[in-house]
């Protein structure tokens, strides 16, 4: 019994030590800056780390240094610990370094970390949710939180409602699973006491638990307590195809056929007004999207509207931001003057309609004659509602 006790505390100190150490590695070294094993020591016993490192001698380190590096990439999130003499000959040692020097390479890098980081806090998360996410990229990419708070990512006025994360894993079972899901949609309605007077600029349901600052709440509280997601009663079965992120929402494509093809009608739905999500497990049929090329998709539609894609020609004048900002499969060629060129792209009319409004100052649909007809007859009744107006 002794001695199996014994045998116990000394492997609880061995991985002490290797998780220390790579803890080490992990915040202090990168492939432009490596470490000793002497250095890693007297490091460990200088007090000045901001944890508390087991204190080792030189011999120790560089043991357990070859141990993390011997298991290659079967560290967690895809670690390696290594030296300056593993990588390619072409690749110099840094300044001050020596090719026997250690470092650990981490998942993810400092500047991925930061464009995943940066598109978290777009999406409309809770800002304590965020920060906590932010904190757990930074150490996976071996930098401190602090090294984020560089950029100015302003938190928009609508957070996403606390449960949407939630939403989020539930589908992602559905989809990778193939199964059914049955679940409640809401609108955005004013309540009842609040009709007659402003709408707010955000919205608020009885599920939602403000996380910000006393200030801040009471600030905001009238505003919200004017608005209201509201259930529609019904309750929607659908076959999951796939979530995406697109300009500020998070999407749930689906539809009644559990394999799609470019003749399904596939719903879109907000997932932060999506509650009461269940899994029809047992369903007949099992979802099979793969065939479907949902990214092609998505690029047809700068705005969520059913029906089939249509090729479109579309003169532009003043650039192509907007152009490759919407359409990244754009087909461009120039157009006599060096501002104005021809675009082709594949759109869904509905959404092309809207779009085209949206640029009507440069943008001049040319073909199909249907799309530019109907552009045609929404613009002269916007102006017959702008002209009664003014009388």
Not at 220 to 236: F, H, I, M, P
Not at 253 to 261: K, S
Request: aromatic letters at 10%.
């Amino acid at each position: 019994m002794g001695n199996s006790e014994s045998e116990k505390s000394q492997a609880q100190t061995q991985r002490g030590y290797a998780l220390a150490i790579l803890k080490y590695l992990l915040e202090n070294t990168s492939p432009n800056q490596g470490v000793t094993a002497l250095r890693l020591a007297q490091d460990f016993a200088s007090g000045d780390l901001e944890w508390n490192p087991p204190e080792i001698s030189e011999r120790t380190a560089r043991e357990y240094l070859h141990y993390l590096k011997s298991l290659g990439n079967r560290l967690p999130f895809g670690v390696r610990v290594r030296q300056f003499a593993d990588l390619e000959e072409e690749i110099p040692v840094p300044p001050g370094g020596r090719r026997t020097d250690w470092f650990a390479t981490a998942i993810i890098s400092p500047a991925q970390m930061r464009v995943l980081a940066d598109a978290l806090q777009m999406s409309r998360f809770y800002p304590d949710d965020v920060a906590d996410l932010r904190s757990l990229l930074a150490s996976l990419a071996s930098v401190k939180p602090e090294h984020l708070e560089s950029g100015q990512i302003l938190f928009p006025d609508r957070p996403m409602f606390s449960g949407v994360p939630a939403t989020l894993l539930e589908l992602d079972s559905a989809v990778s699973g193939g199964y059914k899901i049955r679940f409640s949609y809401s609108h955005v309605a004013l309540r009842p006491e609040a009709e007659g007077r402003q709408a707010p600029g955000k919205y608020w349901s009885p599920n939602q638990r403000s996380r910000r600052g006393k200030k801040q709440r009471s600030e905001s509280s009238s505003l919200r307590d004017q608005a209201v997601l509201k259930e529609s009663g019904k309750k929607y079965e659908f076959y999951p195809y796939t979530t995406v992120f697109k300009r500020g929402d998070y999407y749930l494509l689906a539809g009644e056929d559990p394999h799609p093809n470019e003749n399904t009608r596939i719903f879109h739905f907000v997932i932060d007004r999506i509650s009461d999500i269940k899994i029809l497990e047992g369903t007949a049929d099992s979802v099979d999207s793969e065939d479907f090329d949902f990214v092609r998709y998505v690029n047809e539609r700068p705005y969520f509207f059913s029906g089939q894609a249509v090729d479109v020609i579309y003169r532009v004048t003043g650039g192509l931001d907007g152009t490759f900002s919407w359409f990244p499969d754009a087909q461009v060629v120039p157009d006599g003057d060096s501002d104005c060129y021809l675009v082709h792209v594949r759109a869904q009319p509905n959404a092309m309609v809207w779009w085209a409004l949206q640029y009507a100052g440069s943008v001049e649909v040319l073909s199909p004659p249907e799309l530019r007809e109907e552009i045609t007859k929404t613009l002269e009744e916007t102006l017959r509602k702008y002209q009664k107006k003014n009388k």
